[in-house]
């Protein structure tokens, strides 16, 4: 019944910045852990970062650590990932995922976005 | 970080077959795994999680096993359906790490 749906990609060149946008629907959003997985084109999927369902806690793969921030408004049920000092191996299609266990710790994913596509590029 | 490989990396099997995919741990997990279905152009599928316990929805055939380094996904009675690209993904602790995929093909 949860939905979550992706927006925000596009085409940028090396250097700038976008946002990333994930609303999510159907479940309860402010339990949960959300994330951001990223899969380059004819690759296989790569987590990307992780933030508690309170906002609290942030954690980010070391490709984007420094460079991407990871936040969440519960009072918008929305998930955001800005990415900063974009690169050519930032490419990819990103998708949110909802945790499958309230309020734990690091756990599966039950529902996923459909994907946003970033292209970076001169 | 702990690093999973899959094995194979692609595979082609017939209706009707009982396919299976390796996932091994560069270190012992215990059950901290699950399995994901992802078909072209669509975003992943939980099937598997806790390495055997089965998503809600997710066909009977679908079956998960293993502990520690090494863990399983089998498909008993494969259909068309199931052509698509697995992934393992361990689930106890930062980064959460995926396999490198299996692709499955149907004959």
């Known amino acids: 019944q949860g939905q979550l749906v992706d927006s925000g990609g596009g085409v940028v060149q090396p250097g700038r910045s976008l946002r990333l946008s994930c609303a999510a629907s159907?479940?309860?959003?402010?339990?949960?852990?959300m994330h951001w997985v990223r899969q380059a084109p004819g690759k296989g999927l790569e987590w990307v970062a992780v933030?508690?369902?309170?906002?609290?806690?942030?954690f980010y793969a070391d490709s984007v650590k420094g460079r991407f921030t990871i936040s969440r408004d519960n009072s918008r049920n929305t998930l955001y990932l800005q990415m900063d000092s974009l690169t050519v191996e930032d490419a990819a299609v990103y998708y949110c995922?909802?945790?499958?266990?309230?309020?734990?710790?690091?756990?599966?994913?039950?529902?996923w976005g459909q994907g946003t596509p970033v292209t970076v590029s001169s | 970080d702990i690093q999973l490989t899959q094995s194979p990396s692609f595979l082609s099997a017939s209706v009707g077959d009982r396919v299976t995919i390796t996932c091994r741990a560069s270190?012992?997990?215990?059950?901290?795994l699950a399995w994901y279905q992802q078909k072209p152009g669509k975003a992943p599928k939980l099937l598997i999680y806790?390495?055997?316990t089965l998503q809600s929805g997710v066909p009977s055939r679908f079956s998960g096993s293993g502990s520690g380094t090494e863990f399983s996904l089998t498909i008993s009675d494969l259909q068309p359906e199931d052509s698509a690209t697995y992934y393992c993904?361990?689930?106890?602790?930062?980064?959460?790490?995926f396999g490198g995929g299996t692709k499955v093909e149907i004959k």
């Open positions: 995922a909802k945790e499958g266990m309230a309020m734990a710790g690091p756990n599966y994913f039950d529902y």
């Open positions: 159907g479940f309860s959003f402010s339990n949960y852990g």
């Open positions: 933030i508690s369902y309170e906002g609290r806690l942030k």
């Open positions: 270190q012992g997990i215990s059950n901290y």
């Open positions: 806790i390495a055997s």
């Open positions: 993904q361990y689930l106890n602790s930062y980064p959460l790490t």
